[in-house]
């Protein structure tokens, strides 16, 4: 239960669709069992061997498997299941006179009295833009897809001309930072909110992870969760630190 717990807190700790929080319920009745599942966006994705793999230890492949699911209430997963919407979802934002778009897969809960709905995905959420600062140069904007894609690497591998490199957010938030460390070292600190990176540490060969870092989260081996906060990773130019 304990595990189950810590999956919950990353997903949010209640129903995507209500609301219906994991805590109250555990407070009103002492437990949270049978009241909420994983709702798999596309049934396709789920593991063969999904029953096994949820209720494991913390793993790498219990979160990818969860990765492919929104927490949603007993109530409104029957409901889910029973109106079996899929579509397709696109989103066109433009800032700072560049454009992104991207299309999104996923599951349409309707409420028809309400004449409103919830759209639930299992892909990353790349479109938001990005105010980049690159050494002394001015700040450009780019799209989180081409940060995960290009730049974020190729800003490393051409340091110390690229240095320090400073990721923010629309809004101005810094969210990540890079910058020279020594002669062919790097440094990047970036906020947990962040979520562009994934990572697993620290691994030794052989070794089970003690944290991993994934979809601005970050989760511990013995049941952490965290939502906030930064993270530093130093390493070698040249050295693949960063994975989408």
């Given at each position: ?105 996923g599951q349409l809960i309707l ?57 923010r957010t629309w809004d101005k ?56 906060g930064t993270l530093t990773y ?11």
């Amino acid at each position: 239960m304990a595990n189950r717990e810590q999956l919950y807190r990353y997903k949010g700790n209640q129903c995507a669709h209500c609301g219906l929080g994991v805590q109250e319920i555990l407070d009103r009745f002492g437990t949270f069992a049978c009241v909420f599942e994983f709702n798999h966006i596309d049934p396709i994705k789920k593991h063969p061997d999904y029953d096994n793999v949820i209720r494991r230890v913390i793993s790498t492949e219990q979160l990818d498997e969860v990765d492919k699911c929104v927490l949603l209430c007993r109530n409104c997963h029957g409901i889910a299941h029973a109106q079996d919407d899929m579509v397709e979802l696109v989103v066109q934002v433009t800032a700072a006179k560049r454009t992104m778009e991207q299309r999104f897969k996923g599951q349409l809960i309707l409420d028809l009295s309400r004449r409103a709905g919830k759209f639930f995905t299992d892909q990353q959420v790349l479109f938001l833009p990005y105010r980049v600062s690159v050494g002394a140069r001015k700040p450009r904007v780019l799209f989180g897809q081409e940060l995960l894609d290009r730049y974020l690497v190729s800003y490393i591998d051409n340091l110390p001309e690229a240095n320090p490199v400073v990721v923010r957010t629309w809004d101005k938030q810094e969210q990540v930072r890079i910058e020279l460390l020594g002669e062919d070292g790097y440094r990047i600190t970036h906020d947990v909110r962040c979520p562009l990176f994934m990572a697993e540490l620290p691994v030794e060969r052989g070794e089970v992870p003690m944290f991993w870092v994934r979809r601005g989260a970050v989760l511990g081996r013995e049941g952490q969760v965290f939502l906030n906060g930064t993270l530093t990773y130093e390493g070698r130019i040249g050295a693949k630190v960063l994975s989408g």
